[in-house]
Nanobody, 124 residues
Framework: QVQLVESGGGLVQTGGSLRLSCAASGLTFSMYGMGWFRQAPGKEHEFVAHISRNGGNTYYPSSVKGRYTISRDNAKNTLYLQMNNLKPEDTAVYSC?????????????????WGQGTQVTISS
């Protein structure tokens, strides 16, 4: 079965950095667009980043653009999210997701498979 397993979360101070990873199995990773979402306590899921199948195109909302970088290694079936200059409002559970459609999407329902998430906490 398809499994997406995130890692790399933790507690860092404001201005710090973290690199999240998402290890994929049970699917042909290179055939899926991949995304990162986050959910803070009491809030809706928020789109964070998307990367195309071959990694050639990336998309970010304005809230993270310039601070976050999504990347992938199809040979290792792994997705990454480099997060720099972190702020307290970035605190959330971060989840990766796989999308079969070729059209990049910021909508949660467009994704077919999800990981369990990893907690990211930014202290002020």
């Amino acid at each position: 079965q398809v499994q997406l397993v995130e890692s790399g979360g933790g507690l860092v101070q404001t201005g710090g950095s973290l690199r999240l990873s998402c290890a994929a199995s049970g699917l042909t990773f290179s055939m899926y667009g991949m995304g990162w979402f986050r959910q803070a306590p009491g809030k809706e899921h928020e789109f964070v980043a998307h990367i195309s199948r071959n990694g050639g195109n990336t998309y970010y909302p304005s809230s993270v653009k310039g601070r976050y970088t999504i990347s992938r290694d199809n040979a290792k079936n792994t997705l990454y999210l480099q997060m720099n200059n972190l702020k307290p409002e970035d605190t959330a559970v971060y989840s990766c997701a796989a999308q079969t459609s070729t059209a990049p999407s910021s909508t949660r329902t467009s994704y077919d498979y999800w990981g369990q998430g990893t907690q990211v906490t930014i202290s002020s």
